[in-house]
């Protein structure tokens, strides 16, 4: 859900994209993420896009052609980079996991110390499964070869610890939509000084122009036309992350935890079981198992329309064997785990 503030922040006039207005608040909004990221990163930009363009943006302008990428994947994000890594030319080698399945950090470290990579990329909360991936050993395992460090956060910005820094991540892409409590349109992405170093000695240009990140430092904090970025959008996120600062970060992520507790204890109260074990699950999306017999289809129209309620189904190999029930950003609150909980029962009692 979209929260009530930031609708009405997009209410507000637009100006044009080199108007010293839009330059203040796209300043602002660096400052935000550098919080929000809990980072003391100065290069902070929010990609015209989604999610996806984030994505897109750590690939393109941190591996060259010809340049080997270590991928972590336990699901269909992580397999997503993959796919991307290879259309631009990148080796990829992978440690895969069974989707549900979190890394074991040895097993992420000896990998990633045999393969020697100059990037390694990894998924801090995988949307298509609700593991969460520690960042940590991935990280240090990356220092020590030498390589740098990919995180896609599209699904923990703003709902569980990110922690750049402290983790070591060098390159991290998140998205308006999720956690931000924001519409789709902008993917903010921070980078490291030891990554913009990388950047500065890239052997060919980037080649995409659109996410070239070079390019849009020089729009964002140069003031010269690179593309028409959105006011309307850049206001959204203002708003999403002065709210996340508002409500502070710790506070922000222990709201989520309880209202994700109380949802899977629910859940668990109602005889189904969840999908990832305990303390390796998010805190922003669910994934309990789809009871024997039900029809995930109709138990979603049903939520759909006697509720209002929208939830997801598993895809890939977890088609049909989940739910995927967001309660992230705006949406995480007591009286929406009590809602839909008792819509779900009462829909499997009606379908099933
Ligand atoms: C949603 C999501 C994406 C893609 O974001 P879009 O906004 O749909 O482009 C990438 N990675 C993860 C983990 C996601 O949850």
């Given at each position: 859900m979209v929260a009530p503030r930031v609708y009405q922040a997009m209410a507000q006039p637009v100006v044009g994209h080199l108007d010293p207005y839009f330059f203040q608040v796209v300043e602002e909004v660096r400052s935000l993420l550098g919080y929000a990221y809990s980072t003391k990163n100065q290069f902070n930009v929010a990609v015209s896009g989604t999610g996806s363009a984030g994505m897109e943006t750590a690939v393109a302008n941190f591996i060259e052609p010809g340049e080997k990428l270590a991928l972590l994947t336990n699901g269909f994000f992580g397999d997503r980079i993959g796919e991307m890594a290879r259309r631009h030319g990148g080796e990829v080698v992978r440690l895969a996991k069974p989707w549900g399945e979190p890394f074991d950090p040895q097993e992420a470290r000896d990998f990633i110390r045999r393969e020697r990579p100059r990037v390694v990329a990894f998924v801090q909360a995988e949307t298509s499964t609700g593991v969460y991936n520690q960042a940590k050993p991935i990280c240090e395992a990356s220092r020590e070869v030498d390589a740098l460090t990919i995180a896609d956060c599209v699904t923990s910005l703003?709902?569980?610890?990110?922690m750049v820094d402290e983790n070591g991540i060098d390159i991290a892409y998140s998205c308006s939509q999720k956690g931000l409590g924001c519409p789709p349109g902008l993917s903010p992405v921070t980078v490291s000084p030891r990554a913009l170093d990388r950047l500065k000695s890239r052997r060919t240009p980037v080649q995409s122009f659109y996410l070239d990140l070079q390019l849009l430092d020089s729009f964002y904090t140069g003031h010269k036309y690179h593309h028409t970025a959105s006011a309307t959008m850049f206001y959204a996120l203002r708003e999403g992350l002065a709210m996340v600062a508002e409500e502070g970060l710790e506070a922000r992520w222990e709201r989520h935890r309880v209202n994700q507790e109380a949802f899977v204890a629910g859940i668990e109260a109602m005889g189904l079981s969840m999908l990832v074990p305990a303390g390796h699950r998010l805190w922003t999306l669910n994934t309990p198992r789809i009871p024997e017999g039900v029809d995930d289809a109709k138990v979603r129209q049903f939520l759909l329309e006697k509720y209002s309620m929208e939830i997801a189904g598993g895809f890939g190999p977890l088609a049909g064997k989940v739910f995927r029930i967001g309660t992230m950003g705006?949406?995480?609150?007591a009286e929406n785990v009590q809602l839909i909980l008792q819509a779900l029962a009462d829909a499997l009692r009606s379908v099933a």
């Open positions: 703003g709902g569980m610890p990110v705006y949406s995480s609150t």
